[in-house]
């Protein structure tokens, strides 16, 4: 037998030893919660802020100021290339459109990087990012220090199941909760290790 | 089904790998008390990591719901394992990915040995795994030319310090910022020499060491957290972004997995992406979690292979009561309640799990088949049996009854239970009071066995005793012999005194 039937047969034998009832697995805990849009933008954006990223709050009309200002003195950045141009629209740097043929010691050069994001959790402070449409490919978001990542309110969900719930398993998903992070030695938090070190969100209000 | 059930089922064999240490726990436990060091480190840790995980958890008005609902979908998984686990892999199929299944540690090793070959790579990128750990991944490699780089940053002061964890989670929590900076400066290559132990600048130079090798690398190995049945994802939970430059880096992914990661639906991952960063870190949510399903085309690794790992979770399933332990999902709160675990620190268990989980499991996995001398056979009982492992797990593992079951397997697999004739003789010598005395006397002799005030071991059958714990060294005298001594009557005249004043 080769190893597959092997361990498939095996699994068979050790439920046949002893056979386990059946499961009703219960799901009482909370599930399709809606909170009005006030109470999600206070809860995300004070997760984010414990996290440790820097929020930035505007209209629509503004955000090409707001991403240039998040952008700091960032002198070249990347983004994906569904983003909406108006965007970076106030940005003075070079832009790098980006394309799976750049490799990922270009993106190594870059500053910083803009994209969108596919829904957000207000509870826990997550940002999910599913490698379609404005959100860039996953090495885009993860090899510059820099991510500024723009967040529509309408995209916010309650909590962790409402997130789920809009997924699209099939993508290559990124969820993240502030900038890269270790407490590895002594337990003392230190922000960036291998992700970008700073994470900026603009939190579109009226989109 | 391809693989036909035929006629009477036999037991699964055992696991292979790390998953025995060379000590039993107390020996083991002896040398790890004296590290004081070692002991602040784990406290510290402990302790912290334990009140942010009472505080978060706290915040969830339905954190008891999720706990049950995440026992029984693993409860759920186990026991339909067999069609969960073919679905699992036609999914991946379906999405790119190639599945390979390992009978044991040394066939998945052989897999990813070739996996790796093939790419022409002689490096590989790791993300920590404890499934790769478990089986020597990376001991296999070596002898096998290829280099494995561990790049989650205590993994790789691990490494770098050939050393080994001592913590589920933070595995180097037992070094301190000047270890890792001797570490750094010793054994990381192109190091600052100049480098100080500032936590950030120990964390910029391994960030420095690590980005070149991440954008040039072929080849990256990780676990899995999760994988789903119904769509073929798969997950890794991390903080850092090591776990991410490793999974979209590289050319080809070899993922390992215990094939009782799996959860049956994608809506599942929402009970236990509550349940894990809250009870491993503390905190509301890791800052990273990666889900990717096969291949995505023009966005990571070209080429995807899933290695599926049985090494004794057959062997662990085919127990009723035990099977429990296949729940786990590696968060480590048990580890941080344990106040054995906490002096003793994870070395003392000899192997990959250590703490609560564990003395569980391990034994379960690699079976504790060489009798009373198998260092397996003397973790049941590195516990207290306090129970506050069972309120923390979030899968609701009741790891002191599984450890109270084991204990029992261990006795009767002895054939004869060495605790019932050590209370046997007891009995008979405490009925008279003649025989008594002498057994007092007898017990003097312990003395000469005994060092630094205790005893280490007792000829057999005690020896089944004390090689799970010491025993106090009998006092010189026995009780009437003191009674009778002068010493003895005044100490007597004394209370008498105290009490007649009262
Ligand atoms: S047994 Fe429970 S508490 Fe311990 S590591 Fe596993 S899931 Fe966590």
């Known amino acids: 037998m080769n190893a597959r039937d092997t361990v498939l047969s095996r699994v068979h034998d050790a439920l046949a030893i002893a056979p386990p009832p059946a499961v009703r697995v219960p799901r009482e805990y909370r599930r399709d919660r809606e909170l009005p849009a006030e109470q999600k933008r206070e809860l995300l954006v004070d997760r984010l802020e414990d996290y440790r990223a820097t929020v930035h709050q505007c209209v629509a009309a503004d955000a090409a100021t707001t991403i240039a200002a998040a952008l700091g003195d960032a002198t070249r950045i990347g983004i994906p290339a569904a983003l909406d141009r108006g965007w970076v629209a106030e940005f003075g740097g070079e832009v790098l459109v980006d394309s799976a043929d750049i490799p990922a010691a270009r993106l190594d050069e870059l500053d910083g990087v803009v994209t969108g994001s596919a829904v957000a959790c207000a509870e826990t402070g997550t940002i999910f990012l599913d490698g379609f449409s404005d959100r860039g490919r996953r090495a885009l978001t993860l090899v510059p220090d820099l991510h500024v990542c723009v967040v529509a309110l309408s995209s916010v969900v309650a909590g962790v199941p409402e997130a789920v719930a809009r997924l699209e398993p099939t993508r290559p998903t990124t969820l993240i909760s502030g900038p890269s992070a270790t407490s590895d030695i002594e337990l003392d938090r230190v922000e960036g290790v291998h992700g970008p070190r700073t994470l900026h969100v603009v939190l579109v209000l009226d989109s | ?502």
């Not at chain 2, 990813?112 to 750990?133: I, N, P, W």
């Not at chain 2, 990717?292 to 690794?301: E, I, N, Q, R, S």
């Not at chain 2, 790891?399 to 050590?422: G, K, T």
């Not at chain 2, 025989?435 to 059958?461: D, E, N, S, V, Y």
């Open chain 2, 1 to 502: 089904m391809s693989g036909t059930f035929l006629g009477m089922p036999a037991a699964p064999p055992r696991g292979s790998g790390n998953l025995r240490g060379a000590e039993s726990f107390p020996a083991a436990a002896r040398t790890e008390l004296a590290n004081t060091q070692m002991r602040r480190n784990v406290g510290k840790a402990t302790r912290t990591i334990r009140d942010k995980r009472v505080q978060v958890t706290g915040e969830l008005p339905d954190w008891e719901q999720l706990r049950s609902a995440g026992a029984a979908i693993k409860r759920d998984v186990l026991s339909r394992l067999p069609e969960l686990l073919e679905q699992f892999e036609q999914a991946v199929i379906a999405r790119g990915g190639q599945v390979h299944w390992a009978r044991d540690a040394a066939e998945a090793n052989a897999i990813v040995t070739r996996l790796v070959k093939d790419t022409g790579a002689d490096e590989a990128l790791k993300v920590k795994s404890m499934a790769t750990q478990e089986i020597g991944l990376n001991e296999h490699l070596a002898t096998e030319g290829i280099t494995a780089i561990e790049t989650d940053l205590a993994e790789l002061i691990v490494q770098l310090g050939e050393d080994r964890p001592s913590h589920i989670l933070v595995p180097a929590i037992h070094r301190n910022r000047s270890e890792i900076r001797e570490i750094f400066l010793r054994s990381m290559p192109g190091v600052d020499p100049d480098l100080d132990d500032d936590p950030t600048h120990l964390a910029d130079a391994a960030r420095r060491f690590l980005r070149e090798r991440f954008v040039r690398a072929r080849v990256a190995i990780s676990g899995a957290n999760f994988g789903v049945a119904e769509t073929g994802t798969l997950s890794v939970v991390e903080s850092e972004g090591n776990g991410r430059m490793c999974l979209t880096m590289p050319q080809t992914l070899i993922t390992v997995m215990g094939l009782e990661k799996l959860i049956p639906t994608y809506a599942d991952l929402e009970v236990f992406l509550q349940l894990l960063p809250r009870s491993s870190t503390g905190e509301r949510m890791n800052p990273y979690t990666s889900m990717w399903t096969g291949v995505a085309p023009h966005d990571g690794p070209s080429e995807f292979h899933l290695v599926l790992l049985d090494n004794g979770r057959t062997a662990t399933l085919a127990d009723e009561v035990g099977r429990e332990a296949l729940h786990c999902i590696r968060c480590s709160a048990c580890l941080n309640v344990c106040p054995v675990y906490e002096r003793t620190g994870g070395h003392a268990y000899g192997s990959t799990y250590p703490g609560p989980i564990g003395a569980v499991l391990t034994p379960q996995l690699a079976g504790m088949d060489t009798g009373g001398s198998d260092p397996n056979s003397s973790l049941p009982y590195a516990s207290s049996l306090c129970g506050a492992c069972f309120d923390a797990c979030p899968v609701k593992i009741d790891i002191p009854s599984l450890l109270v079951e084991l204990r029992h397997q261990h006795v009767e697999e002895a054939h004869f239970s060495a605790e019932q004739l050590m209370m046997k003789a007891a009995s008979a010598a405490m009925s008279t009071s003649g025989r008594w005395t002498a057994a007092q006397r007898a017990a003097q002799l312990g003395r000469l066995l005994g060092r630094g005030g205790r005893i280490r071991t007792l000829p057999p059958p005690g020896n089944a005793w004390t090689s799970a714990r010491d025993l106090p060294v009998p006092p010189k005298q026995t009780f009437r012999q003191w009674w009778d001594s002068s010493e003895g009557r005044a100490a007597i005249d004394d209370a008498h005194r105290e009490g007649g004043r009262r």
